[in-house]
């Protein structure tokens, strides 16, 4: 789990670096990503807490 939440702070910071240079093509699919693994992280906790 930790090593997921590690990898979207990753994505994120790579994702703001992509966005002020105006890369928006690579932002977009980094964005994408970090979101994807944002709900997994969403879900983990809720299997979890039940």
Do not use: C, V, W
């Not at 928006?24 to 994807?36: D, G, P, T, V, W």
């Amino acid at each position: 789990m930790e090593a997921l939440e590690l990898q979207y702070n990753s994505l994120k910071d790579l994702a703001k670096s992509l966005m002020q240079k105006g890369n928006l093509a690579e932002y977009f699919r980094i964005i994408s990503r970090a979101n994807q693994l944002q709900l997994r992280i969403l879900e983990h906790g809720l299997r979890t807490n039940k």
